[in-house]
Each structure stands twice: as C-alpha cells, then as structure tokens.
C-alpha cells in the first residue's frame, strides 16, 4: 500500500490548514503508518481511497487529523527538564508562592498526558503539605484528551521512561492497561486548545511553568514564532517556559527575542520572560 | 559496559544483543539463571543484567536473589525483562533487589529509556 | 461462568506483540472465521503455554508457516544470507516459543492470580488442545495476507 503524491500533498495541506502542522515531503511513510489502521476500519480499499473520503466525511476528517497530529512521547521524556523542575524551579516557586501556597502548570502540547501526569507525580512527591497545583493540560487532538482524562495506558507506553518504582506507587492494572491514580488524575485538566490559532491563549490564565516542548517543530517558522509572541503574558513574570531540548537553539527575529531570556537550570535552558521595556527608549545622544 | 543477556529464547536475546550492540555495550548471554551464576562464579561478572522471569533449571526471579545474596556482586545492576506483568510480580522482582523492570513486549527505546534512568545510558552522547 | 479474558483485550495483546517486535509496516489485521471453521492454513506452527492457579488455561498461537519464517527472520535478525535456505526449525521453534509466552504471560496478568505460567510448547502443525478443554476467547488476524489465531482454552477440572 503506497500514497500517492497527489493525495500526500492534498492531506498534508489539510493537517498544515487545520493545524499549522507541517509534514514535509519525505514523511509520506509516517501519514501510511498513521492512516492505514483508519483506512482499514473505514473499509477503504487504500489510503488514497480513505483521503478521498475525508474530502466530505468530516468525522473522519477528524480522526485522520487526530492521528497525524500525534507526537511520540514518554514518560520524564529527556529527564533533564524534569530534574531541574524539582532541583531548581519547585524551590524557588515555593518560596515565591509562599502566600497563596498555589502552583499551575501548563503541559501546552499534551499528546496522550505522560508530561502533565509526570509533572502531577512530582509535584505529590515535592510539593509541602498544604499546597495545591493546578495542571493545564490541552492539544489540538480530541482524542488525545479524552486519553488524558481517561489516565490510561498500554503495557508499550508504561516501559517508555517510567521507573518500575514509580509505576507501581501511582499506578494500578486496568484490563491489559494501567490506570494512573485518582490524586493525580484530580490534579489535571484538560482543554482543547490549537496553538496555532491567535486567539487560542486569551482566557487560558497565567502559569508559573508553561511546558512546550517538542511541539514548535511541527510550525512553521512564522506561526512559531507568532505562539512564543503570544505566549509571553501567559507566563508568570518570575516563571519558566520550556521548550524540546532541541528547540532551545531557535533563531528568534529580534522581537521574539527580546521577549524571552535564557537562563541555564542544570543541564537545561529555560526562557523566561524579560520585564517589560519602555515603549520608546531614547535614542543617545550622537549615536 | 558489559552486560549479561539472561533469557531462553535465543530469538529474545537476539533483539537485546543488537539493541545493547548500538549502546556501545559488550554482551554476555545466558540461557538460564543456572548458567547466569555459573558464568557469575567462573569471574564473568558484568556491569548489567537483563533478566527474564520464566526460565528452565533456574528462573529469573530465583537468579535476582542469588545475586543480591552475594556482596561481591552488589555493584551489577540488575534489570527484569519478562512477559510477567501483573503489579505484584514487579513489586516482588524489585523487593527481591531489581532495579528496574521491562514488561514483554517492549520497543527498542523502552530499553534505553531504562538504561538511561540507571545511569547507564546517556542519549545525548549517544547523538 | 467460567472466567475468560475479554476477546478485545486479547486482541489488544496480539497488536502490542506484534507492532513491538515486527514493525508497523504490515500491520496485523482481524480477519474473524467462523466459529467451528478451520485455521485457514494447512501448512503452520502452533506453540502453548498453560497458566495455572488463581485461573487454570492453556493460550495456544498458530500460524501459517510462511508468517512463522517470517517472524523467526525478524526476531533472530537473519540477514539475507542467512535466510537464503529458510530459518532452522529449532529458531522457528525458538522464535514462535517466545510469542507465545509474551502473549501468553500478558493474558495472565487480566485474569485473577497468582498464578504460574508454564514454559512453551512447540510444534510444526496445528495446535493440540486436550480433549474436554473449552475455548474461552479467541483472535483470528491476518498480516500480509498470512493467518495467525490465538486462542485461550479452559481445562475443566475434574
């Protein structure tokens, strides 16, 4: 079963309309792999038949937009960002929050939830007693969140990052899945949210931690730069944003850039949000 | 980094040796915990071992706390790979002096994931 | 009511064993025969496991040889060269032994416990169930066009 050029082209033209997602030529293997499995259970004959269905079929549509715009995720994927959240940001969080004894974090490009469910388990690890967090976690995918609220995964997924010690503290058997515990599912929230579109942020609050990581990649340089614009104010003013670790080394236009500063935590580079200059800073004199 | 492949199906510990092989890790097999030991005695006592559950003569789980019993072994780390899933099997295989656990089946990357977490694996030099 | 698994999560088993371990590229499909028909290959590999305690069964895999050469050469990484005159029965032996514990070891894990998971039996030919065992739950599939059924027996006790 081979897609054809045209009908490549058509379905990535739709995934980059829908969702600013770009699937580059070259990456024809990964839409077949995705939509086979659709395109069987449609009872399409190939993928080419299934993406001439989902031209008028908008349930379908739906599906086969949900299942491109899967990422590959882990648990503590990367390790690094997740041992400065604990070593560094926590610690300093805490003393700063110290008054409402309140933290919130936003897992921005969720996937099936194993970043904000991680989060979720450090945060009952570390956070004192008293304190409450608050876990944003959204994606373009419904069927996504609807796994995130379900807290549940394959026996495939929980091998993928998770230590033997932590699975079975936060974790119970569920038929051939395992479901994550009710503490933590309580401390997590979905939304459905497309970064991509302008007014998505508008009353999605402010964060101390916003994590978007491994998602810019899919954008476009524009629309890239447009989410890291947008998404200054939605950091708190002594908060952190952090990105895949190979996206930190993004190129920003000068406007983007003086948003944001870098700072080193360890082993990984968090941005955040550089106070607010003066709208006109006067040009010095014989300059 | 040497590490001893512990399991009965040369199938199975193909896939492990050629997935260790990419981590730069010199490998070892046994096709039982009896012959795992035997190898442990003559000398041949590696950095890791990946050990299944369910194995004639010896099985893993009896293996785990042979090696745990030895205080010249307490440096090996030792990692269950096995079909046994339900919690209390974990529970028990980490009581016993695991220090990690894969589930059967598992992709290439679920094993390093793992290693990583043991120290034993760092992707970024790996890249 | 004799305990069994539900046959979608005896699915669900078969696809995670199978898409770890043989890719994604040809994917593995549910292909149902009719209850009482034949395995739909003369020419095939079965292989069993038992699992007894908290929930006394045998799960036994067949399938056509084609898929189970298949499945040795991808298993055991066989290189062209190696593959030229076919797998060695004792690899196919080998390979076939070890899905039908995954498989077999993860079934156990659904049903109450504990229980102990026997070594696999293999064999060149369709599966042998003892007489008077009732199959509980059953998946038929197909992948590239080649057949492969597992299914899950209950051994009355006496």
Redesign the interface.
Known sequence: MTISTSSFQLIAALVRRETAMVYDSGKEYLVEARLTPLATAAGCPDVDAYIARISTDLAERRKALDALTINETSWFRDQTPYQAFTETMLPRLIETRAATRRLRIWSAACSSGQEAYSIAMLLDQHLPPGWTADILATDVSTAMLERVRAGRYSQVEMNRGLPATTLVKYFTRAGTEWEVSPELRRMVRVQHLNLADAYAFTAIGTYDVVLLRNVLIYFDQATKYDILRRMRPHVAPDGYLLLGSSETTLDMPADVAGLWSREQLGRVQAHRPVAAVPVASPTPIGA | MRAMIID?????R??LR?ILAGLDFETLEAGNGREALDLFEAGQVPDLCLVDW???LMDGYTFITEVRANRDWRDVTLMMV???????Q??KA?AAG?H????????P??IV??L??LGLVN?EVLA | MTAAPAITDVQAIVEQVWSSFLGEAEPLLPAPVAPGRAFPADDAWSAAVSISGGWDAAVTVELSTPLALSLTTTMLGLTADETAEGPLDADVADAVGELVNMIGGNIKSLMPGPSVLSLPAVAAGRAAHPSGAAEVARFDGVRAGQPVRVAVHVIPQP
């Open positions: 009965d199906s040369r199938a199975m193909s896939i050629r369910n194995m004639p096995t079909t046994e899933s339900e919690q209390g974990i529970v980490l695991a990690e656990y894969v589930i059967k089946p598992f992709t990357d679920a994931d793992k990583e977490l992707r």
